[in-house]
């Protein structure tokens, strides 16, 4: 059996004794939906991890299907907050030690509050970010809300 890379994410997990899967594909891709067509799985069972601020400096993040488009009003109903926006891509490595394309809800520098599309708990796994461009963990929705201290709400706009 050949040793796979472990990337932070993975360690946690292992730290947690969390079960999970998990999958590489090439870094060249930096698509979610060919991301989900590069692994053979359904692009509603892969999720893309975003962060958000609000006016007061508060830091939200979101799990969405990749195919999906995140509704910022649905999400920042979901935390609370008045209104929200994405993050500028500069500010994603200072603030969750994670690259775009690779930034996972598991394992940020920091635990934001976290909200997980509610679609993920039609799936008995879905997939999130390893952690860097190319690799994915594959793990039960409810298992990632619990460690990730996430709650489950509506987050995308209508297609």
């Given at each position: 059996?050949?040793?796979?890379?472990?990337?932070?994410?993975?360690?946690?997990?292992?730290?947690a004794s969390i079960e999970y899967?998990s999958r590489e594909y090439s870094?060249?891709?930096?698509?979610?939906?060919?991301?989900?067509?590069?692994?053979?799985?359904?692009?509603?069972?892969?999720?893309?991890?975003?962060?958000?601020?609000?006016?007061?400096?508060?830091?939200?993040?979101?799990?969405?299907?990749?195919?999906?488009?995140?509704?910022?009003?649905?999400?920042?109903?979901?935390?609370?907050?008045?209104?929200?926006?994405?993050?500028?891509?500069?500010?994603?490595?200072?603030?969750?030690?994670?690259?775009?394309?690779?930034?996972?809800?598991?394992?940020?520098?920091?635990?934001?509050?976290?909200?997980?599309?509610?679609?993920?708990?039609?799936?008995?796994?879905?997939?999130?970010?390893?952690?860097?461009?190319?690799?994915?963990?594959?793990?039960?929705?409810?298992?990632l809300a619990n460690y990730v201290?996430?709650?489950?709400?509506?987050?995308?706009?209508?297609?």
């Amino acid at each position: 059996m050949e040793k796979k890379e472990k990337t932070n994410v993975m360690r946690l997990l292992d730290a947690a004794s969390i079960e999970y899967e998990s999958r590489e594909y090439s870094n060249d891709i930096v698509n979610g939906t060919k991301v989900a067509q590069a692994l053979g799985e359904d692009v509603d069972s892969v999720f893309k991890t975003l962060v958000t601020v609000n006016q007061k400096k508060e830091y939200f993040v979101f799990c969405v299907p990749v195919a999906a488009e995140l509704d910022l009003k649905k999400a920042a109903k979901a935390v609370g907050a008045k209104s929200i926006e994405l993050i500028k891509q500069k500010e994603l490595l200072p603030l969750t030690g994670y690259i775009h394309g690779g930034c996972s809800p598991i394992g940020m520098k920091k635990a934001f509050p976290t909200v997980i599309d509610e679609t993920a708990q039609l799936f008995d796994k879905i997939y999130v970010s390893g952690g860097r461009v190319g690799f994915q963990v594959c793990l039960d929705p409810n298992t990632l809300a619990n460690y990730v201290g996430a709650k489950f709400a509506d987050l995308t706009k209508a297609a």
